[in-house]
């Protein structure tokens, strides 16, 4: 046997690849001296090509671990349903054959990059092949196809064009279940009650290119994602709305004068680097809102927090602020609101609310550490100015992009966390910490670790973060990211509202969101809190 000649064995049935000088030439059968010594070893493509076969046989779908298939020059008249079943398969070749049609199925595997179908006995493709977002080669050519996809499919970008095209006219699922609502614990009936909303609406911006590939494009659509938006909002019921990625033109255009008409005032900060660019662009660039119900709530004090500007105002010359936190433009809103209901027996008039969109990167866990502490430490600062501030009732609430676990929301429910957390990679920013010794500076046992002075509660405890599994759902991630807490000693949760249906996703083949009925990538969050006396 050649040097070259690289075999890998089956090891359900013996069969093997054979590759010689790289390039792939045949299976064979192991002997039964071979299979009975033990021989094994680990292949991912399954090359059949040139055999005549019509039929398959049922292990063939067994084999879930292929990546790449080669049924081509074969005799077969029928892909079963269960090639699916192959669900890491990138590569299928089954290109000069005798197919008049295609499985449904097919559009269940995401895996595929490479689909080849050349010179067969095609007429229709099915509409489920749209929902292959990952396909980047399609393959059509000597199929008896109908003139408008064979068109398509010659087109520049004929992949993505068709592909786009398939999933616009696949049928939508039917509507989802309600999120229900869960009560917490029965209100006293004594004091002011509210509810908050947390909202990540996924700006008109992001919500384009091939990120989310596996959502129709009319549903994609802002015309037919702002109603969705608006619906949720006013169904909610909230009296505090915190949302992230608005738009410029979006709040001043669109949420402002919509929601000034069902009794809000609001007020927005834009990401830093609108402060930059040309008053055409400006406008693009997304941002935090918040809201309020005017006839419970009114303007006290607010302020708007920089985390660019503040990296540069606390780095006192470190690389690690410069390179890694000042680059990242996000930003947070603090507002004191005035009280205009009778609170009902309890001593405050006054209610902050602290809103936030924290960097995204799974690689900058050390920068979503530090902006968090940027942020609390500017709140600090903030209600100092405020008479009788520490004892306010608080609630923060944001995409933090950070899971339940992170050191991120670690900090704001321990109220410190070490500099020598595993999530700051190492780096010491030592210019912040020269900085700010004092201010957000604790020495504990020797070691340093950064604190703030409120006691928060998130408002999705214990079983009730269990019950909401979800504040994030697209294909790469599914996961708790967005978060609303509330001071310990002065509110509590009297109720929340649940999470999605999980199994009418699972059903309806959800891929991810945004789709036709959840017109962002994130779910809200909603909590309504009670007023108490500070404890």
Known sequence: MSQDLITSLDPYNGVCEKFENGKRRMHVILSPEEVAAGKTTYWTELDIQNKGIKNFSPRLWELRHLTALYLNNNKITRLPPEVSHLQNLAH????????RSLPVELGDMLQLHDLILTNNSIRLLPYELGRLFQLTKLELEGNPLTPELLQKSREVNGTQKLLQFLLDNLEAPETPPERPWITA??????????????????????ARGNKYG??????????????????????????IINLQEVETDKYYNFFLPSLEALGYSGTFCAKSRSKTLPEDERKYVDGCAIFYNKTKFGMHKERYIDYSQLAIANAEGADDMINRVQTKDNIGIACCLEIKEPTHGTRHNKLLILNTHINWDPEYSDVKLIQNIMFMNEVESFVKEIKGGYNIPMIVAGDFNSTPDSAVIEFLLKGQISTEHTEFHGLKYHGFLKKANGECIGNKNGSKYFKHGFKLKTCYADDLQDKLRYTNYTYDFKGILD?????????????????????????????????????????????????????
């Open 483 to 535: 978060h609303v807490l509330h001071s310990k000693d002065n509110l509590r949760t009297v109720g929340v509202l649940g999470g999605i249906d999980v199994d009418w996703m699972v059903k309806n083949k959800v891929i991810g969101c945004p789709n036709v009925h959840y017109p962002s990538d994130h779910f809200s969050l909603v909590a309504e809190l009670e007023l108490i006396n500070s404890r």
């Open 214 to 239: 596996y959502c129709p494009s009319s549903a994609l659509a802002w015309d037919h994602r702002k109603q969705l938006i608006m619906d949720q909002i006013t169904k909610s019921q909230a009296d």
């Open 185 to 206: 614990r029965e209100k006293t009936g004594k004091h002011m009650t509210f509810r908050v909303m947390c909202y990540n609406i996924l700006s008109e911006t992001l």
């Open 92 to 99: 299928l070749d089954i290109s000069n054959n005798k197919l």
